[in-house]
């Protein structure tokens, strides 16, 4: 194989390693035509994967859910992850792991069964959901008027690619000069943002919605962390109103970690938390989740040597 | 450009025309990673387009609605759609044109107004969303425990690729036995299927659901023939007791046309339609469409000389 370059990250693409920029999708994949995929992402942090084995069972979780079975075993799927890393030569980066419907060994088939299912991965130099700046002052936040698709209708646990609420939000909250957005169901009750879990802090207390939102993995941390701190946190139904009038806001997500948030507007009145700046508690936990990081919390070191392998094939 | 192998089909992506096997989206493009894609499709019948000034209508407004704008202009568009029917030498095809979210020109960024929006098409040989022999048997159809994703949070008068919960609803039918599903929604009501519209006979008249639907242009063909063979034809909420004791039940779609519905199930019970076999209404409007198709109604002959032209881009 020649030299090639995967400084702009690497991809695994139906068993080749390539350059990010020439991984594709056949367009008549049903992953998507039909949206049918479930994903995972995982983080690298100066060289160690963060929670690996909890992103792999997750994205378990969701390929068993949809009936997705690539022929890749898991220990497979995670020698193709520490490849792409390798190749890419990323100390920081955000890997990408995706399990998709494919196509229909049978033309014309309309039937998910007949499809050859595909594994696809790759890692890319890190991107924070929230620009660091933003991160710094605070993100100003929209509460959408799109209501969240319901967990009956698409289970949100299962992660995917069907954003169209979230672009919808993403979008009107970008045409009113907000950073971004959360959404809440039809019932008033919060959910998350594009790509973000979303916690509130009132009166000491951390909360985070139970339903229309993601399992997230950093999400899980900042429970385990308040735990370790002696900070009351609970998965709870967070009415609208309870958003609107809390002490701090926070987002969490993989690629971003603990996200301040210190303004939540409905459009019409802009509810600005603390001194338009992060709270004391987001700050503390923000602060604990990237020194944990540090003290190499949950962190798989990437297996370098797996890149040659991956070349040589 | 050498001679290249269309038979398969033949695509337009990015600005070139390619072997329907080759084109692809990237993997970090949006329209894959967000589903933020709309798209259209439509047919070719003996070397004629039908209605395809009423599909690139629905396109455009689609485009809009997610503030999509690729650089090709609707006379563009149309062309290429000639081009791709042209370059595989079909006299029947399934044609999709796609508008794509694209990747953000400044690397990181989360904001869909930082994208390039691209067009994508492809002429593909026809294919039926149920078999013929399905269809001439009358399809056996499961009312899918999932409900239909609301209104308000996708619209589905926007042609989109987030089919998750009818993909479960699929998933489901298949489980059972059954050829395909129909989705109610929340509130059991009837909303369409995996690709298709809805339609109920019921005491001589034809009702087709007001909600949870994509506006079908074979829809709008069937209620203009019902005008004109002085069926009452009417868009209606159809609660799903009215769809368990149906006369008659039939699908619409692009691919497929006027499909014929004999069994409508709970899981639990089977509602046997007519005879088992597709009803007198159905039937009729079927012929009648074909017929049609044959005279020559709304049909916009390819244009065959564009294809040379595309060749030589």
Not at 26 to 39: I, L, M, N
Not at 77 to 100: F, K, P, R
Not at 154 to 161: A, H, I, R
Not at 292 to 297: F, M, P, T, Y
Request: glycine share 8%; proline share 7%.
């Amino acid at each position: 194989m020649p030299d090639r370059d995967f400084s702009q990250g690497a991809a695994y693409v139906k068993g080749r390693f390539v350059p990010l920029m020439e991984a594709a999708v056949p367009v008549t994949d049903w992953g998507f035509t039909r949206s049918d995929v479930v994903y995972d992402v995982v983080h690298v942090y100066h060289g160690g994967f963060f929670r690996l084995a909890d992103h792999l069972d997750r994205f378990e979780r969701a390929m068993q859910a949809r009936h997705l079975a690539p022929p890749e075993t898991r220990a497979q799927m995670e020698d193709i992850l520490h490849a792409c890393v390798g190749l890419a030569g990323l100390n920081d980066a955000y890997v990408s792991m995706m399990a998709l419907r494919g196509r229909p060994r049978v033309r014309g088939s309309r039937r998910p069964a007949d499809c050859d299912n595909h594994f696809m991965a790759y890692a890319a130099p890190w991107i924070d959901v929230i620009p660091p700046e933003v991160q710094a002052r605070g993100a100003h936040v929209l509460i959408a008027s799109v209501p969240r698709v319901p967990d009956g209708s698409v289970d949100p646990t299962v992660k995917n690619f069907q954003w169209g609420d979230l672009t919808t939000g993403l979008l009107e909250a970008h045409g009113q000069g907000f950073d971004t957005a959360v959404l809440c169901d039809a019932e008033g009750f919060l959910t998350e943002g594009p790509g973000f879990n979303v916690f509130v802090v009132k009166d000491g207390r951390v909360l985070t919605p139970d339903r229309g939102s993601l399992e997230g993995i950093t999400r899980r941390s900042v429970l385990e962390i308040c735990a370790d701190l002696g900070i009351e946190a609970t998965i709870a139904p967070i009415p609208r109103a309870l958003l609107e009038s809390a002490d701090e806001v926070f987002a969490t997500t993989t690629a971003g970690g603990v996200m301040p948030i210190a303004r939540v507007s409905t459009g019409h009145t802009t509810h600005i938390l603390g001194n338009d700046r992060p709270g004391p508690i987001s700050a503390a936990l923000r602060e604990e989740y990237w020194r944990r990081h540090e003290a190499g919390w949950h962190l798989t070191p990437v297996r370098r040597d797996l890149a040659e392998t991956a070349l040589a094939r």
